[in-house]
């Protein structure tokens, strides 16, 4: 059965940082992919960044591209994503989830991962 918990999220100011983590189990296929998403308030759920088990290849969002680091921890099971330069834009619950990676190709869109975590807030203040 696989879970996803995430962690790391709370309050912070426009300029800050934070770090997300989500500690991750029961993955049983050879590869796969990982991939951070948020949901502000009253807009739909979209990709912010991902990452590819077998080649560490990752991608970004635009408006995060350069602010935002993704990364895994193997030896702790666990997906982080290092969010610098916070504006309030990025205000939204976070999410992390995860699907099978064919050839170490990463999806982008929600319907193409199908395991996820329970989410975690994070509010920028200006």
């Known amino acids: 059965q696989v879970q996803l918990v995430e962690s790391g999220g709370g309050s912070v100011q426009a300029g800050g940082s934070l770090r997300l983590a989500c500690t991750f189990s029961?993955?049983?296929?050879?590869?796969?992919?990982m991939g951070w998403f948020r949901q502000p308030p009253g807009k739909e759920r979209e990709a912010v960044a991902a990452?590819?088990?077998?080649?560490?290849?990752?991608d970004y969002a635009t408006s995060v591209k350069g602010r935002f680091t993704i990364y895994k921890d193997n030896a702790k099971n666990t997906l982080y994503l290092q969010m610098n330069s916070l504006r309030p834009e990025d205000t939204a619950v976070y999410y992390c989830?995860?699907?099978?990676?064919?050839?170490?190709?990463?999806?982008?869109?929600?319907?193409?991962?199908?395991?996820w975590g329970q989410g975690t807030q994070v509010t920028v203040s200006s």
């Open positions: 990452i590819a088990d077998s080649t560490n290849n990752t």
């Open positions: 029961g993955l049983t296929y050879s590869s796969y992919c």
């Open positions: 989830a995860t699907h099978p990676a064919y050839v170490g190709v990463c999806g982008w869109f929600v319907g193409e991962f199908n395991y």
